[in-house]
């Protein structure tokens, strides 16, 4: 039988996440994200209604507020802790993968190729 140790085992996440400055804006505010994968994010500083197992919109993306790009991802709620929300991506589109791409690979050219289409 194997024992479990809290905080020495590895975590069976399918997407790696990495730590980076961005944030994301659903629900009309703009919201910290504290850590982001191709299979989903983490949100800090989130005080609404949503809990786990609602699904809901994000319809932004970006480094900051001043660097938002645009897109439409359908997400699922994974767990909240307190103002902490988990969140799992149910679809990305093209534009909303390359968003994603360019923030976890740190390319700010590409928002600022975006910002001034």
Sequence with gaps: ?????????????????IETAACVSFEGEVY?????????????GYEGELMPDQ??????????????????VDCTVARRLGNQLGVGFVELDSLSYDVLDALMMRRKKF????KNR
């Excluded at 928002?111 to 975006?114: A, L, P, R």
């Design 55 to 72: 699904e809901f919109m994000i319809d932004g993306i970006g480094l900051d507020e001043d660097n938002i790009v645009a897109v439409r």
């Design 1 to 17: 039988m194997a024992i479990r140790i809290a905080g020495t085992t590895d975590y069976n996440r399918k997407d790696n996440r």
């Design 111 to 114: 928002f600022e190729k975006m």
């Design 32 to 44: 910290q994200v504290l850590d982001i994968g191709l299979g989903g994010l983490r949100i800090g």
